[in-house]
Nanobody
């Protein structure tokens, strides 16, 4: 079983930057099966939505609202994924979740981390 541990996040003023990280741990068998890693977020009163994702071949996908401001990257050797957020806006305030999906159809979520952007 894969476990995702998130770090980063916090409080920042509008226009500022933050970096989120997520490290996957588990057996080599399970880690090597991870295909897609990414970030989702849930703002108060809203459903969880995709922010950005990246495949094992470094193909990326971004929500329209974060394109040009957020960058997702992945270190396959370290089984980690990062989200560099810049130009943050108050509407980016949410709990951010790391997600991993593997070739066997299994999905694992991180514990979530709060990002708060003040105006």
């Amino acid at each position: 079983q894969v476990l995702l541990v998130q770090s980063g996040g916090g409080l920042v003023q509008a226009g500022g930057s933050l970096r989120l990280s997520c490290a996957a741990t588990g057996s080599n068998f399970n880690l090597n099966a991870i295909e897609t890693m990414g970030w989702y977020r849930r703002a108060p009163g809203n459903q969880r939505e995709l922010v950005a994702s990246i495949t094992s071949s470094d193909s990326t996908n971004y929500a329209e609202s974060v394109k040009g401001r957020f960058t997702v990257s992945r270190d396959n050797r370290k089984n980690s994924v990062h989200l560099q957020m810049s130009g943050l806006k108050p509407e980016d305030t949410a709990v951010y979740y790391c997600r991993a999906h593997d070739t066997y159809g299994r999905t694992v979520w991180g514990q979530g981390t709060q990002v708060t952007v003040s105006s």
